[in-house]
């Protein structure tokens, strides 16, 4: 199973990325996925889930409003779309998959939300 994220880099405050998960290995249309976040010195916060059909969504508090995640289940691809993106946003952002007791993990992707 690999799990490989893009789409990070650096924004100015105000300003959007979509991060791009593409999943291979598994049967994609069968897992949670979620994007989750690390900030240096924090824990891992949960940012966004999609269920496997893609009908239901939930957020953290921190980015309702502004961040939206979709999926492409003929592509094995998840979507983070984040606008008004603020300096508190800076982490890397990790791409999980997530079904009964598997669960799988990305490598990441930097976003740095910086003037």
């Known amino acids: 199973v690999q799990l490989v994220e893009s789409g990070g880099g650096l924004v100015q405050p105000g300003g959007s990325l979509r991060l791009s998960c593409t999943a291979s290995g598994l049967s994609f249309s069968s897992y949670i996925m979620s994007w989750y976040r690390q900030a240096p010195g924090k824990e891992r916060e949960l940012v966004a889930t999609i269920s496997d059909a893609g009908g239901s969504t939930n957020y953290a508090d921190s980015v309702k409003g502004r961040f939206t995640i979709s999926r492409d289940n003929a592509k094995n691809t998840v979507y983070l779309q984040m606008n008004s993106l603020k300096p508190e946003d800076t982490a890397v952002y990790v791409c999980?998959?997530?079904?009964?007791?598997?669960?799988?993990w990305g490598q990441g992707t930097q976003v740095t939300v910086s003037s």
């Open positions: 999980n998959a997530k079904r009964y007791y598997r669960n799988y």
